[in-house]
Every structure is written in structure tokens, then in C-alpha cells.
């Protein structure tokens, strides 16, 4: 049996992969109308909805950042703790992409 957090931890972490796929997908695309199309497509269309998905990957990072808080503060673990170890669970850009 599966608790609603570890539901809710999973769910997330799906939502960043398909989301970071779907960022890569895009970049791709990109590549291949600049090649065969050079001009004449709406490319910056494609750099917003990529910062856009960007936004959105960050925001998924800060709720993932909030769940396991909470899961460690459930656990006993102290805030003081919690905040000396706040940057391995941020989910900012910076460790975007390393974790699956």
C-alpha cells in the first residue's frame, strides 16, 4: 500500500520528466526548422514556450523541494537541518536535469 505522499513524490517526478522531454523535443524542432527553414517560422514563438516549460520545470522543483520537507519535518527531522540541506532539494536550474 502506497501513501498519499509517496504518490504525490512520483506523480511529481513524472511531471518533471515529461516536461524536460518535452523541452528537448522542442529544442529539436527548433534545430530543424533553422535548418530547413531558416526564416519564415515563428521562432520566437518556440524560445517562449520553452521558457515558459522552463518555468513550469521550476516550480515542480520547488514543490518537490516543499514535499520532502514536509516528509523529513514528519520524520523528526529538525528545521535547522532542513535549511543546511535546502539546495540539495531545491530543484532549481542549477541541478536541473541530474535527477530522473
Known amino acids: 500500500m502506497t501513501t498519499p505522499e509517496a504518490e504525490t ?3 511529481l517526478a513524472r511531471l518533471r520528466r515529461a516536461i524536460e522531454k518535452a523541452r528537448r523535443e522542442i529544442r529539436g524542432l ?3 526548422l533553422d535548418r530547413s527553414e531558416a526564416e519564415g517560422y515563428p521562432a520566437d ?6 521558457e515558459h516549460l522552463s518555468a513550469v520545470t ?3 522543483g520547488r514543490e518537490q523541494a516543499r514535499q520532502q520537507a ?3 519535518r514528519s520524520g523528526g527531522i529538525s528545521a535547522n537541518r532542513l535549511r ?3 539546495g540539495r532539494f531545491g530543484g532549481g536550474s542549477r541541478d536541473r536535469g541530474r535527477r530522473s
Open 58 to 60: 521550476d516550480l515542480v
Open 9 to 11: 513524490r512520483r506523480a
Open 45 to 50: 514563438d518556440y524560445a517562449e514556450m520553452d
Open 30 to 32: 527548433r534545430e530543424l
Open 70 to 72: 514536509k516528509i523529513l
Open 84 to 86: 543546511g540541506s535546502a
